[in-house]
């Protein structure tokens, strides 16, 4: 029902009312049908129904054009449908059918369908709004004019996610509208139980925002609070909160009962439903007649049955799906193998991590504009970053290309998925790994999914650079590639050299899905320091390289400890012991065939890695190799990793903790 962008969404205010009669139409049939199928056991799923909220969808849909983007959540029905998604599609995938949008991967939680402008839909309370101001970010880089709409509960307003995304939309002035849907329950919790806040939209004036609360029950009031707050997006004058208020008439999902409320007030609201008396109105107004209200319910709850039949009756996804969109092009935990590509020969300059990371930024900037870069502290004004990697872009590109971040991790990852989804290649900066976790749910729910919850149809290209720290405590020196690695659809990158970092990062830049990049500190601190090619070249993901090669055992590892392994191995030749150091360079892809091909000849392996060896990634490898070589290894593999604790403090307790040369030399001498 949306109209043309920058024209008027009606052109009169019978034309108006009709219109959000037949948008409410839709979500009420819509929501009608589901629930009816639930109930007679038709079919069965995970609902979150709409019924008494369809003002709220209709009023903010109608305000927004067809190329405005609208990020949801798992009770979008009416979202969705007011905003004009495919009906088919949107049944099929709610019922987790092969003719789902996304192939019945990602249900009702992760409706994508961009042709309609549906940018993206979560699961998770309060994820969306994050990813709206990367959206957001895009439109205005690109200057489209969208405007992007995300829809939340009101719950959701308690998470920190919702601020962060407040404080950020504002600051950079994004075209986005926080629509909240306050339904005055967060799940079975009443909004007197959960905050002080005497109306929501009272919190948008702390973020530098307009705010404003609507009957959520009248479907022009919201209309007229959401085009005003579009107008302003529009214009260039940055984000508005709009509240649209209104009362759940089911439970939190299809089956709960609601016994939590209060069944006087309950019985008085699902008297009133807002559908009923937004038609009744129409008909005491004399905007319509019942027949032709009645005829155009008909029409609707046709189209909606058909959809919904057509779904019932398609076919589940055959198995072999499960694996398909992990990665692009199908792509999985490991590497496919082929052919190693080669550091070009030729000139060379003498550059430390720190440079060849930043030469490499540079460089893809100049040659690709869709790159951006996303940090805290980043940009010129604020020092270039905290080791100075991107030092000079800011001057150099701008500083809308180079965006120094609040200290806010969950709306840098956040603000990079959505640029991603709106197709840019945006890079964002993690200062320490020790803040994955601050920013994991953008990470591993969100930038992780998108492949797979779009059924393949999208992939998050954005690459996360973080550094493990050393020298720095429990908080600031701790290594969780393993958990990036137990995240299907991230690809894990760890570099040991200048050259390779250079090489390694190309190929990211260049990736369909998600990559963490990691960094070492001690490596910025002169380790990594060596010659790299004047000329640009990619190392594929996927390549392990054999940094020495060796007759007697095979040292597998990666990013830093590559040369403590490289120092034990030059230890050990004095002592007549041949070692091969395989460094993985890339975890996800694992290139396991190069392992097995350099213990196939060794028949001994240490695994080795700076981070905690408990259900480290060297379990992993040690099990894979275990199984591949089974009767080939002369003797058992070997495992050299950080202690489980705490990088402590203590430069004594540190050294400790972490795996040296010695620890290595001590386990080859165990197996050789
Ligand atoms: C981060 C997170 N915490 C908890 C949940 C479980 N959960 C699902 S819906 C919901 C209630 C959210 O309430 P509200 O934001 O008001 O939205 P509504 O369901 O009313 O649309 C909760 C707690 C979740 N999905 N995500």
Redesign the pocket.
Known sequence: MATELGTETSSSTRARALALYRLMSKIHHGDKRVRKGLSSGEIAMSY?PVDGQEAMSAGAALALSDADQLVT???GLGDVLAKGVDLPGYFGEILGRSSGLSKGKAGAMGIYDPAHGIAWTT?????GPLIANGIALAAARRKTGQVVLVS?????TS?GYVHEAMNMAALWALPVVFFC?N?A???CTSYDRYTRTAQLSDRAAGYGMPGATVDGTDPHAVYEAVSAAVGRARAGDGPSFVEATAY?LQG?YFGDAMAYADPDELAAKRGDPPFARYRAGLLAAEVASATELDGMDAEISAEIDAAFTSAVESAPPEPAELKRDVFACNGSELAAGGVHANIPSGESEELGLVQAIHRTLDRAMAADDSILLLGEDIGDASGGGMFKVTAGLSAKYGEDRVLDTPIAESSIIGAAVGASLAGLRPVAELMFMDFLGVAM?QIANHAAKVRYMSGGRKGAPLVIRTMVGTGAGPQHSQAFEAWAMHTPGLKVVWPSTAADAAGLLNACLAENDPCLFIESMKLYYGGGKGPVPVADYVIPLGQADVKRTGGDVTICTYGAMVHTALEAAQRLEKEGVSVEVVDLRTLVPLDLATVVTSVRKTTRLVVAHESVGFCGPGAEIAAAVGSELFGTLSTPIQRVAASYTPVPRAGTLEAACRPDAEQLIEAIGRIV
């Open positions: 979150w959540t798992y009770r699961g998770i309370v309060g994820a939340f509960g009101d719950g959701a998470i849907q339904n329950w967060a799940e759940r939190h749910d």
